[in-house]
């Protein structure tokens, strides 16, 4: 059995991340508030393997909840092996159907020692009735019991599969539902949660960066960000995480100070679209009216009320103004293959002075050397000379 949830952890997705505790605390801090009164859904949780169902139970009383509802994915390679958070005993019946939910209105002292803590979670899931129900399907997210679930709740809060992000975000905007969700910052650059970003109706929460996650026993051992702690426990780390929300924070709305003043020669425009090229958000200019590019980690400090976004640097997204037909160099030097316009990306001319990499591009006519540069995204500033 174990071979077989071995081989077939391998042949799908690596989606099994497992967030720590104290980084769902140091995030959900920020939406006490917000989550008053309200239904809590973590549809990517395994109750009994969930930091995040851990959380909502064990600050149910004092978050104000009106209920907390966790659904498990019975496909889960890990489900009843991993972190096993509460260990009470309760028998589920037909382990080869694993799917179930658990929905919690209330969390009281049940063993009446004074506190309410996880040991009347504990007795709660032991000993209440309905706590805990199967589901008639696989528990996939997708699924429309699951759905039926999605339009009962108010806030969604956990860590989807990062392979199905998109598909992810895309239900939770069809039924116009809250949510503060763990995602990868390559899917800033995606067409779909670009758009979303653009519009203002989806931004980055607090903690963007490196965040440390448990992984199943069967992930293969890796030669950086990979560690086995004392207990023989699994650990990765990766250093491009954020949370995405769309619930208000008061951090969006504060205004980044531009201390820079522009000059052409420091900020030299793109050859294919009407720009200026920054490489680091802190050296925005603050007399420069006109588009800039800009990282993507803008937009760990983009306020829309200072800034707006006008689009993503990539084919697709903006109409690039040049369409050349340029060598593709590997190193400074050719490699005999062509593309037209950079391969659909931004590009300027190389300075040898200012740019740490050798050029990428060569013009096939002219031979001029071009940079291409890594994903931008085209602002605008709203307040003209704000500084």
């Known amino acids: 059995m174990a071979t077989k949830l071995m081989d077939k952890a391998k042949k799908e997705k690596a989606d099994e991340f497992y967030t720590q505790l104290s980084d769902i605390e140091n995030e959900m801090r920020y939406y006490k508030e917000q989550f008053k009164g309200k239904i809590i859904l973590c549809n990517c949780d395994d109750p009994y393997e969930s930091n995040f169902f851990k959380y909502f139970a064990l600050n149910f009383n004092h978050l104000g909840l009106k209920k907390l509802i966790a659904t498990c994915y019975d496909s889960s390679p890990v489900a009843f092996t991993q972190l096993s958070l509460f260990d009470c005993g309760k028998s589920i019946p037909n382990k080869n159907r694993r799917a179930y939910k658990i929905e919690i209105t209330e969390v009281g002292d049940f063993n009446a020692d004074g506190a309410v803590n996880l040991s009347d979670v504990r007795y709660l899931l032991q000993n209440k009735e309905n706590t805990l129900t199967l589901l008639n399907g696989d528990g996939d997210f997708r699924s429309d019991e699951c759905i039926e679930l999605l339009k009962q709740s108010d806030i969604v809060v956990t860590n989807p599969p990062f392979s199905l992000f998109r598909e992810y975000v895309a239900q939770l905007m069809k039924y116009n539902k809250k949510f503060v969700i763990i995602g990868n910052q390559n899917a800033l650059t995606y067409k ?135 060598e593709i160099l590997k190193d400074g030097n050719g490699t005999g293959k062509f593309t037209i316009n950079a391969k659909g990306t931004l590009y300027r001319k190389y300075n040898p002075q200012v740019d740490k990499r050798p050029p990428a591009f060569k013009d096939a006519v002219t031979g001029e050397l071009y940079s291409s540069i890594y994903a931008r995204i085209i602002i605008r500033r709203k307040n003209s000379n704000e500084n």
Not at 249 to 267: D, F, I, Q, V
């Open 192 to 326: 779909e949660i670009f758009r979303f970003i653009k519009e203002n109706i989806l931004w980055l929460g607090y903690k963007f960066g490196d965040m440390k996650f448990r992984v199943p026993d069967y992930y293969e051992a890796r030669t950086t960000r990979f560690w086995i702690d004392e207990y023989g426990k699994k650990w990765r780390s990766l250093g491009n995480i954020c949370w995405y929300t769309n619930l208000d924070t008061a951090k969006r709305h504060e205004y980044l100070t531009c201390y820079k003043r522009y000059s052409p020669e420091e900020y030299p425009k793109y050859e294919n679209y009407d720009a200026i090229n920054i490489d680091k958000y802190t050296e925005i200019p603050y007399d420069y009216d006109g588009c800039m590019g800009v990282p993507i980690t803008f937009l760990d400090k983009y306020n829309p009320e200072q800034f707006e976004i006008v689009a993503l640097g990539i084919v697709g997204s903006i109409d690039f103004s040049s369409e050349k037909k340029m």
